[in-house]
């Protein structure tokens, strides 16, 4: 099972050319499904997100979204009195979806809140509910693969370029420590890494990705991850936009044990 990883889109201000050799690259790589970590539109305008409704419509395979801090109205009532509105409108009712299949069992959650005890309301947070919700997700799950979607990275990787504070960061970590997920997809720093954490004897594999199509960009290139799953073993590979297309610049290939 293939499962390209897209994040941080920014409808509104992304550049066209990119998402069409994006289109192109998935026309001819064929994953089974698109995963979205979050920053759909720019500015969470209805324009913008009947325009990512649009793009998602044409996609052939299913695609699997979280929303992200820009897809909160910004200096608008609505942010406050309906947040999700506009998203739910136009994106998807569900807002922390799961999705079950043979090899692999996606949960995502939202970290993207209206206001937070900070300064800086681009950041994440993660309640109470939350871990309780992922806690039930993967109770019962027989697939050999454990994924988990998220905007706001858990792990800062080193020379980040964006500082990001994740609220409850910790309960988060025990949260996946406890249900052991695998893999946990991430963006919101327009910032690709692969970084691994060992706890009692299992590894769990954070993913970010770049932003895959705005024009936005901080110290790397437009890229996504294209994530291969086999019974035991995933591959996942970083590409980067290379002039016209997108090319692998890293694997990494992870065996169960
Ligand atoms: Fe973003
Ligand atoms: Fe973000």
């Known amino acids: 099972m293939k499962i390209a990883h897209i994040s941080d889109l920014h409808f509104g201000s992304l550049s066209r050319p990119v998402t069409e050799i994006l289109m192109r690259h998935f026309d001819d790589d064929k994953p089974d ?3 979205v970590s979050g920053d759909i539109t720019q500015d969470a305008t209805c324009s913008e997100f009947e325009e990512a409704k649009a793009f998602f419509d044409l996609l052939p395979m299913p695609v699997f979204c979280i929303p992200g801090n820009h897809d909160l109205p910004g200096m608008d009532l609505e942010r406050f009195y309906d947040p999700w509105g506009r998203y739910r409108r136009f994106i998807s009712q569900d807002l922390e979806p799961e999705l079950r299949t043979d090899l692999v069992h996606l949960k995502g959650i939202n970290t993207a ?3 937070l005890a900070h300064w800086n309301w681009a950041n994440g947070s993660v309640s109470r509910r939350q871990c309780r919700d992922i806690r039930h997700a993967y109770a019962d799950a027989t697939a050999p693969w454990r ?3 998220m905007h706001h990275p858990v792990m800062n990787a080193s020379e980040m370029p964006l500082q990001v504070a994740l609220f409850n960061r910790r309960r988060l ?3 996946l420590d406890d249900t052991r997920v695998d893999i946990v997809l991430a963006g919101h720093q327009h910032h ?3 970084e691994n954490r060992l706890t009692g004897g299992h590894t769990t594999i954070f993913v970010n990705a770049s932003t895959t199509t705005s024009l936005r960009l901080r110290r790397q290139p437009n890229g996504f991850n294209m994530l291969t799953f086999t019974d ?3 591959r996942i590979d ?3 936009l290379d002039g016209e297309t997108f090319r692998i610049i890293e694997a990494v290939t992870h065996t169960k044990v």
């Open 33 to 35: 499904l698109v995963v």
């Open 113 to 115: 809140r209206r206001v």
């Open 147 to 149: 994924v988990f979607v």
């Open 173 to 175: 970590l025990k949260c």
């Open 192 to 194: 690709a890494y692969v």
């Open 232 to 234: 035991k073993a995933v």
């Open 238 to 240: 970083r590409l980067d």
